[in-house]
């Protein structure tokens, strides 16, 4: 099952901050965050493992709730640079070898 | 980020035709997947491999097949195109020290 991405869009002004979840109907070894531009490949962002362990982005800091099965990604003082798509892949074990389920995705326009 | 190169990265084909899609990593990496990207789908898996002549179905299987004769080639094959493959297909590895994947540049595959 996909995970669910919350919100669908989301519209920002030059130095707002975003959150955007990622929820889980199964148990979650880890969530993966990307970002994706138009017409290029998802970039990675972030990895959260279950117990705690974060790797990624210097600007970018994310949650993962183990118990709930889910995972924000929060955006402080957005640059225009921030606007693509982000989406959460889903791992429900470690690794590696079955890929990830990835979520529909989140919209971000920063606007100057 | 991981050495991963596409082949062709844009391919127009009539229905009914075969068509190969080519990925070749640099990095050594044990697993390789293919993802289509659909507008309102997010990226769905199509077959991964766990190693040489080690492949499994993902999530969006029919109509594909793939090979993996060496490390650092996957290929994905479409028997006989269909227009509902029409969509842009991202190849991907992941090692299983680093636990999370990175994505080649794409191919835009259209089926008329």
């Known amino acids: 099952q996909q995970p669910v991405q919350s919100p669908q869009a989301v519209i920002l002004r030059e130095g707002e901050d975003a959150v955007i979840n990622c929820s889980s109907s199964?148990?979650?070894?880890?969530v993966h965050w990307y970002r994706q531009k138009h017409g290029e490949a998802p970039v990675f962002l972030m990895i959260?493992?279950?117990?705690?362990e974060q790797k990624g982005h210097e600007k970018i800091s994310a949650s993962f709730n183990e118990k709930k099965q889910q995972s924000s990604l929060y955006l402080t003082a957005s640059q225009l640079s921030y606007s693509g798509t982000y989406f959460c892949?889903?791992?429900?074990?470690?690794?590696?070898?079955?890929?990830?389920?990835f979520g529909k995705g989140t919209h971000l326009i920063i606007q100057p | 980020d991981a050495g991963i190169t596409q082949s062709p990265r844009h391919k127009v084909t009539e229905t009914g035709t075969p068509v190969t899609l080519r990925c070749h990593q640099t990095?050594?990496?044990?697993?390789m997947y293919w993802y289509r990207q659909d507008p309102g789908h997010g990226l769905r898996l199509i077959h991964y491999?766990?190693?040489?002549?080690?492949?499994d179905k993902g999530e969006v299987s029919d109509g594909y097949s793939v090979s993996r004769s060496k490390t650092e080639d996957f290929l994905l094959t479409l028997e006989s195109a269909t227009s509902s493959q029409t969509s842009v297909y991202f190849c991907?590895?992941?090692?299983?020290?680093?636990?999370?994947?990175?994505f080649g540049e794409g191919s835009w595959l259209t089926v008329v």
């Open positions: 959260l493992l279950k117990g705690g």
């Open positions: 991907a590895t992941g090692s299983l020290s680093g636990n999370t994947i990175y």
């Open positions: 199964k148990a979650l070894y880890s």
């Open positions: 892949g889903t791992a429900s074990s470690g690794g590696g070898a079955d890929g990830l389920t």
């Open positions: 990095e050594n990496h044990r697993y």
């Open positions: 491999s766990y190693g040489v002549k080690d492949t």
